[in-house]
């Protein structure tokens, strides 16, 4: 990319304009700037034989555009940025990206979403991307890596120091739901015998201190965790006071290959800032901020959207027409065969739906009403499985609980629907039908609501993929088999 003048320091200075106007101008500029480029080669063809003394005019509109631009860029924070770029088409995308200054390239890709990020990628060559990433912390070249190519992975290890190295390489050791994952290296920690006085020191050596840093870790001569010291009673304290005196045990202690919801949830639970991180032996090897755990909880609630409406991954929505196809085939065709299936129990009873027409009207609602129960019951016993608070050895218990709740709603409900139709059609079979009808498909619902999700579990499987679409299945299935069933059975 070209090193572009870097913004002043009062550009910087000043307030940052929110995202989405930054948006619009910044949209309508290169807009603007695009046109002119685009009269600018026009002209260049035509005079290409003739007189083409208005070039240097047209060449600086489309400079000083082009400087505006990158000025707006330039005070913009790196995740505004990365918003732009995730709203622009593919072609404008990468105009603004060639645009930004190439010391900020690696902070940006950090921000953008993965389908975005391998856009910009691509269009880097092994030279740019070797210095993008070498300007990270290991913990976030461990985070690009899966997007790397290979041989720019080889020359950043090669680049970094041995340190980093291997701090490189025990980032990419964990799975991207541990807490290793989230973990990064830069804590700070003091020895327990020292005075308060000799911290503060310890800490002005610092040109600052790492984000997040709300604590100093307290650990002996073989970095094994002793406690923690809070930087409010640091400041406040006696600075003759042994550090010993005033650390405290730390809330939690989150282990390094430890699911990376533990993290999430005590944070959630203790109010937590940053957090300790250590090996089997309680070692230090690094800490959890709470940045990250709020992205990677931002992260997995995302994935839990997409799969819930039949999303295979993230998607850009500027991607190709094939790649959106591939990331949505796979729920559409299964959705197409549960569909199929409620059409032929519908078929089966062909012969009942036109002796009594009301049945056409009504069997969209019990199966309707049953998908809604059983999404309603997915969605808690997902969001209680996320928080730790439900297990295996729970099912029997909920399924007990989601039995009841539906037989209740199923008797109001349905009874209500049965009244309806008694009123409708003047057949007080029919209204019970309905009553009974409801109630079995919502006790279906319920049923399903508790032992899919579970089933996942036990398989190893993301409770969240996908299970909406099943239960919807079940429940249109079953919905029209047990009304239709139901009516053949005492209206015929």
Known sequence: MPDHIEASAAERAQPRERVEDALAEITALLRRLRLVEGLLKEQQAEARDGDSASEPAESLVTQQNRAELIRKLDRLHAADIAYLLEALPLDERLYIWNLVRASRDGE????????????????????????????????????????????????????????????LRAAMSFEDDMVGALMDFEDVHVRPDVTLEVVLRYLRRFDELPTQTDQVFVVDRDEKLLGVLPLNRLIVTDPDTLVEKLMQPPAVKLLQHEKADVAASAFERYGLISAPVVDTNDCLVGRVTVDEVLDFVRQRGEEERLAQGGLREEEDVFASVWKSFQNRWAWLAINLVTAFIASRVIGVFENSIQKLVALAALMPIVAGIGGNSGNQTITMIVR????????????????????????????????????????LYRQISLGLVMVLAMTLNLLLAALMGVLIPMTMIKLGRDPAVGSSVMITAVTDSGGFFIFLGLATLFLM
């Open 108 to 167: 940006i890709l950090l921000e953008v979403s993965e389908p975005v990020r391998e856009s910009l990628i691509s269009s880097m060559d092994t030279e740019e991307l070797v210095a993008a990433t070498e300007a990270l912390e290991a913990d976030e070249i461990a985070e690009l890596a899966p997007d790397l190519p290979q041989e720019v992975m080889d020359d950043v290890f090669r680049s970094l120091p041995i340190e980093e190295r291997e701090q």
């Open 384 to 423: 209680a499985v996320a928080l730790n608070q439900v297990t295996r050895e729970h099912a029997r218990k909920l399924i007990e609980k989601e039995l009841t709740v539906a037989l209740v709603n199923g008797l109001i409900w349905g009874g209500v629907m049965g009244f309806i139709a008694m009123l």
